[in-house]
């Protein structure tokens, strides 16, 4: 059982920036496509962004793109999502999770996700 753990939310304003960390408990971090969701109040989780387990390939909600990066560092069992320009609808709860199986390839599919951490929470202030 893989544990993750959500760290650099917070409240910043309009056009600022964060970075989001997610650190991994076990060693086989690097064996895992990893993904960010995020949970807006009385909404469904969606899916925000994903990295593959060289951190080669990538993939981003249309909501996010150009604005948010994803990144991964397999020998620190952390993956980051560097978040700038944001916007009040960016305000939600983020999740970071993890695909333990060998698929090829990032999903978008939040079923495909069998870990999850506790969440940090994004506010963004008009």
């Known amino acids: 059982q893989e544990q993750l753990v959500e760290s650099g939310g917070g409240l910043v304003q309009a056009g600022g920036s964060l970075r989001l960390s997610c650190a991994a408990s076990?060693?086989?971090?690097?064996?895992?496509?990893m993904g960010w969701f995020r949970q807006a109040s009385g909404k469904e989780r969606r899916f925000v962004a994903a990295i593959s387990r060289s951190g080669g390939s990538t993939r981003y909600a249309d909501s996010v793109k150009g604005r948010f990066t994803i990144s991964r560092d397999n020998a620190k069992n952390t993956m980051y999502l560097q978040m700038n320009s944001l916007k009040p609808e960016d305000t939600a709860v983020y999740y970071c999770a993890a695909d333990p199986t060998a698929r090829v390839g990032v999903t978008i599919q939040l079923g495909a996700y069998d870990y999850w951490g506790q969440g940090t929470q994004v506010t963004v202030s008009s």
């Open positions: 076990g060693r086989t971090f690097s064996s895992y496509n």
